[in-house]
């Protein structure tokens, strides 16, 4: 009988060579010119923002304390009569964001690799946990920096009465929460191929409870807590232990899925390209299929435009997790409606506003699929119009139940007379299509000389590229705030609605593509 021996795997770390060799091929072609006016440009643009930020900041501390003031008049939605914690509607956006980290945590990875070097480096008879580690620490402490700053600004908003010392506490507090979060996606990431279903979902659910706990520990520590916040900061280790004793279980095909997601985002930021950005947000490693969308599809349609639009139609509902934002967007704005004390109805339908903001574009998805060639839309026996028109069709009908299921709520709550959910209605279709016209959204020339600003040299066609789509939802956005505000609906204002919503809908359909 043979036996095999099995030899440990060399010592040799390609990543650190790699970087070695990288950092000496630049460091012999970089002048310390060029360097000086890098780091020049960057320090002024972070002082340019931390100033915009320190004056936002003192600018609404006044403005917002004013009016949160219970005496500040009419409201839109009273407060609930039974009595709730304070805080509520700070932890519940802490946890809001928190659930929004670890899901975009879990697309780009965590863990992850390059292209180059998921092919080169993980075939290698090398340990996989130094290839992978470095990235992903680097990861954690720019999670745990972004998500401290900008914890700032908010939290001086929600808590008033909170000192300077607190709400910096507070803030590295959520910035290890943030990085809980991620240590949660890695979690999901290194769990077994022959996990069941059930048993991921019950994972699923352990991360979420750990989260409703840290968000909780943030508003707490907010008022002094340092008790707290050491045991936020000890489950962050925890976390990272466990994690890290699990990279050499991940596949590498997840780790170069992830290195794929990561540099597709990151090729789409450093473009300005906002429909770029949710295509590569929107991966997924496996599909979906519907039943319902086969048999529609399967009927056939007797013209070209209700075979196109049974098509979108089919596209629409094999999309994965079309409604998971405008949902969320819907009970989180809900919940802090209700748990925000009494509220001025300005700041109430500022928080629709951005709620609204937030949901339309997450219903253009299979548009921005499409727009990816629009030279296909060409090919087809219909007009442009007619093909745009039946790509507004589904986002349109579904924007329009999600309007309307939220002015009912607003009705119920003694916001104004049921005739709102009319007016939400219409305000849909309009906002469908808005979605429409963000996806098919114009590239940036970027042949034309760039603007200079304090943030950098921008393309010159970028800022009209950016607001399409914006403009319109705010046009279809501006009838639905100004009939809340009065609570009834004037036969005027509905005529004036409805025309609004026409508008964006003939805007779409009849401008001119590029």
């Not at 910096?168 to 290194?190: I, K, W, Y």
């Not at 609204?356 to 839309?377: E, F, K, Q, S, Y």
């Not at 709102?420 to 098919?440: D, E, M, P, Q, T």
Request: glycine share 10%; proline share 6%; charged share 15%.
């Amino acid at each position: 009988m043979t036996t095999e021996t099995v030899q440990a795997p060399p010592s040799f770390d390609p990543v650190r060579y790699t970087r070695q060799a990288s950092r000496a091929f630049s460091r012999g072609r970089t002048r310390f010119r060029d360097a000086f006016v890098d780091v020049y440009t960057a320090v002024l643009a972070l002082g340019t923002i931390g100033a915009l930020a320190v004056g936002l900041v003192l600018a609404l501390r006044e403005q917002v304390a004013q009016a949160w003031d219970a005496g500040s008049g009419r409201t839109l939605v009273a407060p609930p009569s039974f009595a709730l914690p304070d805080g509520t509607a700070a932890a519940v956006l802490v946890f809001a964001a928190l659930v929004t980290v670890m899901s975009v945590a879990r697309k780009f990875g965590p863990a992850a690799v390059s292209g180059p070097e998921g092919y080169w480096w993980l075939s290698l008879p090398l340990e996989r946990r130094p290839m992978v580690a470095g990235r992903l620490v680097r990861r954690l402490l720019l999670v745990w920096a972004g998500a401290s700053v900008l914890y700032l600004p908010f939290g001086f908003v929600m808590d008033l009465e909170t000192s300077v010392r607190g709400q910096v506490l507070a803030a590295a507090t959520f910035g290890v929460g943030a990085v809980c979060a991620v240590l949660l996606a890695g979690l999901q990431q290194a769990r077994p191929a022959s996990q069941s279903a059930a048993e991921r979902r019950r994972g699923m659910l352990r991360g979420l409870l750990v989260l409703a706990l840290l968000s909780l520990i943030t508003g707490r520590v907010a008022a002094g807590s340092w008790v707290l916040a050491a045991g936020g900061v000890g489950l962050a280790i925890a976390l990272g232990l466990l994690v890290f004793s699990r990279l050499d279980r991940i596949p590498g095909r997840e780790l170069i899925r992830g290195g794929a997601v990561s540099g597709h985002t990151g090729a789409a930021v450093y473009l300005m390209d906002l429909n770029e950005v949710g295509r590569a947000l929107s991966a997924e490693p496996d599909g979906v299929a519907s039943d319902r969308a086969a048999h529609w599809y399967a009927r056939g349609g007797r013209t070209p435009f209700g075979a196109l639009l049974r098509a979108d139609t089919a596209a629409f509902l094999r999309t994965r997790g079309l409604w998971n934002r405008p949902v969320l967007v819907l009970a989180v704005f809900l919940v802090v409606l209700l748990t925000g004390g009494v509220q001025p109805p300005l700041l109430q339908l500022g928080m629709l506003a951005v709620a609204v903001l937030a949901a339309v574009p997450a219903l253009g998805a299979v548009a921005r699929r499409t727009a990816i060639m629009p030279g296909l839309d060409m090919l087809l026996p219909l007009s442009v119009s007619i093909v745009r028109l039946s790509r507004m069709a589904l986002p349109a009908a579904a924007l329009a139940l999600w309007t309307a299921v939220l002015c009912a709520v607003l009705v119920l709550l003694g916001a104004g007379d049921p005739s709102l959910i009319a007016l939400g209605a219409l305000a849909g279709v309009g906002f469908g299509a808005s979605a429409v016209r963000g996806a098919y959204r114009v590239q940036p020339d970027w042949t034309l000389p760039p603007k200079d600003t304090p943030f950098g040299p921008i393309p010159s066609a970028q800022a009209g590229s950016m607001v399409r789509g914006l403009d319109t939802t705010l046009l279809a956005l501006v009838p639905l705030l100004l009939g809340l505000f009065l609570g009834y609906v004037p036969w005027v204002l509905l005529l004036a609605q409805a025309g609004f919503s026409a508008m964006c809908v003939l805007v779409v359909m009849y401008s001119q593509p590029k």
